[in-house]
Nanobody
């Protein structure tokens, strides 16, 4: 059973930075898109950033210019560098990995809290 393990969340002041990591516990074959989603209290889960196997990225408008998604295919790992954090970025962040076979894997979530 493949699991995705996230790390890097925590409490940070507005304007600060965090780097999230998400690694698979076993090798996942034929990975396509790797992504980060987030869910704030009382809100629906939303896509934050995604990166394809070819390296094409897309971002939610709310994080463009502040967040950067990257991946290490050899390590089955995806990262999210978050800069200039705002209180409205507070949420549980989830990673998601998809494959050519139609499988999807989700991480357990990591809390990010932006507060002074």
């Amino acid at each position: 059973q493949v699991q995705l393990v996230e790390s890097g969340g925590g409490l940070v002041q507005p304007g600060g930075s965090l780097r999230l990591s998400c690694a698979a516990t076993k090798t996942i074959f034929r990975i396509t898109t790797m992504a980060w989603h987030r869910q704030a209290p009382g809100k629906q889960r939303e896509l934050v950033a995604a990166i394809t196997s070819g390296g094409t990225t897309n971002y939610a408008d709310s994080v463009k210019g502040r967040f950067t998604i990257s991946r290490d295919n050899a390590k089955n790992t995806v990262y999210l560098q978050m800069n200039s954090l705002k209180p409205e970025d507070t949420a549980v962040y989830y990673c998601k990995i998809g494959t050519y076979f139609g499988d999807f894997y989700w991480g357990q979530g990591t809390q990010v809290t932006v507060s002074s």
